[in-house]
T-cell receptor, first 114, second 112 residues
């Protein structure tokens, strides 16, 4: 079975600072990995995905993530935080050939201080 | 851009009542899912649906829950007799195989 752990339920950064949201996964077979963002009172929007092509994945809004198999990690980064980045971020894993059922991490709430 | 549409956006119901949550997936998608998110908790898988039948379900998806694709476009989640602990945001998702899931905006269900 697969699982996802997001370290830090809350992360606070200053506007313009680096954003780093951590995600570690566990899976017995090659995974697909995703980051979703949820703005207040809204649904889940895909930020980026890893599906076994390039290990460094670029997404929307300046975010990127790097798949590191040796560390079983898929951390999300953004060089410079913007106030509009304040939201909840979810890392998710699905297994290749397993119907694409997503298993989500617990989420990380990103707060951006002016 | 195509999108998954869920109705209603918010439903309040009394404990013990039946509710039906509706979803219109993206038209050429073949796989459909329901997830839920209890306030402050992680998003949890409920059920997956493919080729007009349930392909997988979680332990949360007990006999009180059912899904249906009644007319080839809508995808519904029914809760027969709601409990207080069913209060959550329910998300529908659809996708073509091996692409990302597209999520709807969710239905907030409040059981009182």
């Amino acid at each position: 079975a697969q699982s996802v752990t997001q370290l830090g339920s809350h992360v606070s950064v200053s506007e313009g600072a680096l954003v780093l949201l951590r995600c570690n996964y566990s899976s017995s077979v090659p995974p697909y990995l995703f980051w979703y963002v949820q703005y207040p009172n809204q649904g889940l929007q895909l930020l980026l995905k890893y599906t076994s092509a390039a290990t460094l994945v670029k997404g929307i809004n300046g975010f990127e993530a790097e798949f590191k198999k040796s560390e079983t990690s898929f951390h999300l980064t953004k060089p410079s935080a913007h106030m509009s980045d304040a939201a909840e971020y979810f890392c998710a894993v699905s297994l290749v050939g397993a119907g694409n059922m997503l298993t989500f991490g617990g989420g990380t709430r990103l707060m951006v201080k002016p | 851009e195509p999108e998954v549409t869920q109705t209603p956006s918010h439903q309040v119901t009394q404990m013990g009542q039946e509710v039906i949550l509706r979803c219109v997936p993206i038209s050429n998608h073949l796989y459909f899912y329901w997830y839920r998110q209890i306030l402050g908790q992680k998003v949890e898988f409920l059920v997956s649906f493919y080729n007009n039948e349930i392909s997988e379900k979680s332990e949360i998806f007990d006999d009180q829950f059912s899904v249906e694709r009644p007319d080839g476009s809508n995808f519904t989640l029914k809760i027969r007799s709601t409990k207080l602990e069913d209060s959550a945001m329910y998300f529908c998702a659809s996708f073509v195989q091996n692409t990302e899931a597209f999520f709807g905006q969710g239905t907030r269900l409040t059981v009182v």
